[in-house]
């Protein structure tokens, strides 16, 4: 029998490929849109979902994001009718993902752009893309090829010795 925190994630994932987990309304499903238009290979996985170690147990250990929001933002973004109650379960239900996460981003008072940003430059710095200095386009196919732990250092533009 399949194990439930399994289901829904598809078996080939790259193996740098980041997974998102954070409340209801945190910012997941918009960090998911931005960070694909960038070239990041995301899963964002829901809060009944996200026992990480089952996650990790089912397709081994990628790169975990959390998005943290407060009750107020939450409510404010999504109108929800729930009591703070559920949202401490929420918060309960995270706790193996906080102690696990390999960064942790307050999206309160921040845009979803900011929110992208600064999970890119993580990532980018994670993988040694940091010091790249092509253009967009060029960055995603590189990101793209990191994720799975392919070569892309064809496209470092730092100069090499010449030997002479």
């Given at each position: 029998?399949?194990?439930?925190?399994?289901?829904?994630?598809?078996?080939?994932?790259?193996?740098?490929?980041?997974?998102?987990?954070?409340?209801?309304?945190?910012?997941?499903?918009?960090?998911?849109?931005?960070?694909?238009?960038?070239?990041?290979?995301?899963?964002?996985?829901?809060?009944?979902?996200?026992?990480?170690?089952?996650?990790?147990?089912?397709h081994g250990r990628h790169p975990l994001v959390l998005l943290?929001?407060?009750?107020?933002?939450?409510?404010?973004?999504?109108?929800?009718?729930?009591?703070?109650?559920?949202?401490?379960?929420?918060?309960?239900?995270?706790?193996?993902?906080?102690?696990?996460?390999?960064?942790?981003?307050?999206?309160?008072?921040?845009?979803?752009?900011?929110?992208?940003?600064?999970?890119?430059?993580?990532?980018?710095?994670?993988?040694?893309?940091?010091?790249?200095?092509?253009?967009?386009?060029?960055?995603?196919?590189?990101?793209?090829?990191?994720?799975?732990?392919?070569?892309?250092?064809?496209?470092?533009?730092?100069?090499?010795?010449?030997?002479?």
């Open positions: 029998m399949m194990d439930r925190v399994c289901d829904g994630l598809p078996p080939a994932f790259p193996i740098n490929g980041i997974v998102v987990v954070g409340v209801c309304a945190a910012g997941k499903t918009t960090l998911f849109r931005e960070l694909q238009g960038l070239g990041i290979p995301v899963r964002a996985v829901a809060q009944e979902h996200s026992l990480v170690r089952g996650l990790f147990r089912c943290t929001a407060d009750w107020e933002t939450v409510h404010r973004r999504r109108r929800l009718a729930w009591e703070p109650a559920f949202y401490r379960v929420e918060w309960l239900r995270l706790e193996e993902a906080r102690s696990e996460a390999d960064l942790i981003v307050q999206t309160d008072y921040r845009t979803p752009r900011q929110v992208a940003d600064a999970v890119c430059r993580w990532w980018d710095r994670r993988l040694g893309l940091d010091r790249l200095a092509v253009d967009p386009a060029t960055r995603a196919e590189v990101r793209r090829l990191a994720a799975w732990g392919l070569e892309w250092r064809q496209f470092s533009t730092r100069s090499q010795p010449s030997g002479e």
